[in-house]
């Protein structure tokens, strides 16, 4: 079946189909055993690991000429790492993409999850550097792997509880660890805390590649999805005094951005298309009122 | 009638086919203080490993009885024995990095079995392992430490604390005053006595320290090559010694 698009010398969307199909069945096993990391054989891919091999290889095996693609790198659309993969897929798969969430049917991700909410039949892909939560107090992968069988979590409340002992109060403010599905404790990649609770019965389906590591996990869609936290110190996301310069939004992550060398700050946000969709419609911050 | 806490059952165990441990049978009771002394190399070390669970044997069974029913140890699932290990036995080992996480602090090594059992509060966690320091002589300021920057003896009660955290009814102990200077060793084994006799634990206590045994100890067993060569209590086994092993053993304690 020759599925190139016209004038490509590549297969469609660059992997080939056993390679695909190889990646679709740990994207299925994944799906079922919602939060266990899959293992797959990772391919070499044309960039570097630590730039997404993960969930561009995932991104591929999901793929069809239907889709609408959207990449996102910090929740900018335009940042290079974003341009170059959306370039990359505009290049061998064919397909369309877009900067706007609610036409995409795929969107990669680093960083970010959208602030316009999900809908049913969008796929989450995200890049996933370190898909292990328990690595950093256990160095042993064996033995990770037999604390998730065995469902032995004390160990990420040790960190959680160092955290609170050192800091006062839960400081991990990024890859902030989740419960899957009351079973697997998981990674949810470098997103911001403030994220975490749009893992939750989110209605897409979330799909995690990392590529040098070598695991798939997904979120299946209505799953549900906890932050870890103790009963005197419940789970909080960030919250920011200021509003987004640009669109004025009080409830979106902002970037903190220094515009001069006198201590000039302002306060974006940083999913650029919740931004520009927002200042189009009308209501605007501080720097154009 | 009660029932021995732990049945040991005709263990045998080999490394390469060099046997180490050769039909091993005993029985601990609930509340003793079960001393098990030898010369290095003489599979003591490897006995309390398979009997707290962490080594497999050849053959030979480990029956437990701590919780009320009959249990294999050997023949549990995976999931069952770590559960059992981390909440109805301690094992406190020579050396306090392999007992201890250095890198996260003295109330994050207390509360980790509590975690791991279900706590979720950190207020409580946190008065628990104020609460365990204080019994085990280590001030409460150095609650935020991490063992990585406390002293050897700090180390092992520390060790010993986290261990007894979650009341286990049986506690392995391999060598704990190994390595520490005579007074720390001294004070070590007098808080251990405190703590063992107001908390009614049964020790298995491996050492190669006669004196230690003695004191602490209730019931003596020696080893040799593998075998258990001489068992008793402990007075009667070290002051009238019946194997040519224990004998030379005996006879090579300094007397002042």
Redesign the interface.
């Known amino acids: 079946m020759n599925r190139r698009p016209e004038g490509n010398l590549y297969n469609f969307a660059y992997l080939d189909e056993n390679t695909k199909r190889m990646i679709r069945r740990a994207i299925l096993k994944a799906v079922a055993v919602p939060g266990h990391q899959t293992p797959f054989s990772s391919r070499e891919m044309p960039m570097p690991y630590g730039w997404g091999t993960g969930g561009i290889q995932v991104t591929a095996a999901v793929i069809g000429p239907d889709d609408t693609l959207k990449v996102i790198d910090q929740g900018s659309d335009d940042t290079t790492n974003a341009v170059s993969i959306r370039g990359f897929f505009a290049k061998t798969a064919g397909v369309a993409v877009s900067a706007r969430t609610e036409e995409a049917s795929i969107i990669q991700t680093r960083h970010r999850i959208p602030e316009t909410p999900l809908r049913e039949g969008q796929i989450m892909v995200y890049q996933v550097p370190l898909p292990e939560p328990l690595r950093q107090l256990e160095p042993r992968e064996t033995e990770t792997r037999t604390l998730h069988g065995l469902n032995e979590y004390g160990l990420m409340h040790v960190k959680l509880y160092e955290d609170i002992a050192k800091h006062g109060q839960i400081a991990a403010s990024y890859d902030y660890p989740v419960m899957v599905n009351d079973r697997y404790i998981m990674s949810p990649s470098p997103i911001p805390r403030f994220d975490n609770p749009k893992l939750d019965h989110s209605p897409a389906l979330q799909l995690f590649g990392a590529g040098r590591e070598k695991r798939i996990y997904a979120i299946p869609p209505y799953t549900k999805v906890k932050s870890l936290d103790f009963e005197d110190y419940p789970f909080t996301v960030q919250s920011w005094n200021e509003r987004c310069a640009i669109c004025g939004a009080e409830n979106s992550y902002l970037d903190e951005l220094v515009i001069d060398d006198q201590g000039g700050r302002l306060f974006v946000c940083s999913d650029s298309d919740f931004c520009r969709k927002r200042a189009e419609a009308g209501p605007k911050g501080a720097s154009r009122a | 009638m009660q029932k021995p806490l732990l049945s040991v059952k005709n263990i045998y165990k080999e490394f390469n086919r060099r046997p180490v441990c050769r039909e091993i049978s005993f029985d601990v009771w609930p509340g003793e203080i079960l001393g098990l002394v030898g010369e290095s190399g003489s599979g003591k070390s490897t006995l309390l490993n398979i009997i707290s669970g962490c080594l497999k044997p050849e053959s030979g069974q480990v029956i437990y009885r701590g919780d009320g029913c009959e249990r294999d140890m050997h023949a549990l699932t995976?999931?069952r024995r770590?559960l059992l290990q981390?909440t109805e036995l301690g094992f406190v080992r020579q050396n306090a990095s392999e007992g201890l996480?250095l890198?996260?602090?003295a109330?994050?090594n207390i509360?980790?079995?509590?975690?791991?059992?279900g706590a979720?509060?950190?207020?409580k966690?946190?008065r628990e392992a104020e609460n365990w320091l204080d019994k085990v002589e280590i001030d409460k300021s150095r609650?935020?430490d991490k063992p990585l920057i406390y002293s050897g003896g700090m180390r092992q009660r520390l060790q010993i604390a986290r261990n007894l955290v979650t009341s286990p009814k049986l506690v392995f102990m391999d060598e704990p005053t190994g390595g520490l200077d005579v007074s720390v060793q001294a004070r070590l084994l007098d808080l251990l006595r405190g703590l063992v006799a107001g908390l009614g634990l049964a020790v298995v206590l491996v050492t190669h320290d006669l004196a230690a045994a003695r004191l602490l100890s209730e019931r003596l067993m020696v080893m040799q090559a593998g075998r258990i060569v001489e068992s008793g209590l402990t007075d009667q086994v070290l002051d009238d010694p019946q194997h040519s092993y224990t004998q030379l053993l005996v006879a090579s304690i300094p007397q002042f």
């Open positions: 995976e999931g770590r981390r996480r890198n996260v602090s109330g994050a509360g980790e079995r509590l975690m791991a059992g979720r509060n950190f207020a966690l946190r609650l935020d």
